[in-house]
């Protein structure tokens, strides 16, 4: 009987050291959240449209680190690390496409400014052409009343005053 006990022990001996063995040593999930991390901080367009998602991706890293330096569950890390890649990876999608929001409103701005400048450069244009027929109307007045012959009213007599 003492036989079977001993195979017992020594299976569960083999059993523990392999399980030990199989822990890594390091997460490839942390490595590839530190990268993605940092991959994120060195964008410029994440860090000026996106600095709240990075400050959550660079807090979510350092929750995994803090937990695989103090020896916690493995998963725990782990899923930390991933969260973490995650979180880094969605800042630089926001980062992009707030960029983008930018760049049309700043497309859109400069159109507006093009169609105002067009639109004052028509009025001009048309303040232009009514100057120039305001001149040309005493010149006309002019030359019909030295053209045409004097109209002539009937319910005026001399002396009287006209339309009373």
Do not use: W
């Not at 964008?43 to 350092?62: D, F, G, H």
């Not at 496409?97 to 760049?103: D, V």
């Amino acid at each position: 009987m003492f036989e079977k006990s001993a195979a017992y022990a020594v299976a569960l001996a083999i059993l523990a050291a392999s399980g030990c063995a199989s822990y890594p040593v390091r997460d490839p999930a942390l490595d590839d959240a530190r990268l993605s991390v940092d991959a994120a901080r060195r964008n410029p367009q994440v860090v000026i449209y996106a600095p709240a998602e990075l400050n959550q991706a660079a807090e979510t890293l350092r929750q995994a680190d803090e937990l695989a330096a103090s020896g916690g569950r493995y998963n725990d890390a782990h899923q930390l690390a991933l969260l973490a890649s995650q979180r880094a990876a969605a800042a630089q999608d926001v980062a992009r496409l707030r960029s983008e929001q930018a760049a049309l409103v700043a497309q859109r701005t400069a159109t507006d400014a093009r169609i105002r400048a067009d639109m004052t450069q028509q009025q001009a244009a048309a303040a232009q052409v009514q100057a120039a027929e305001a001149q040309r109307q005493p010149d006309d007045a002019q030359r019909l009343a030295t053209v045409a012959p004097p109209v002539y009213d009937y319910r005026r007599r001399q002396g009287e005053p006209l339309y009373e």
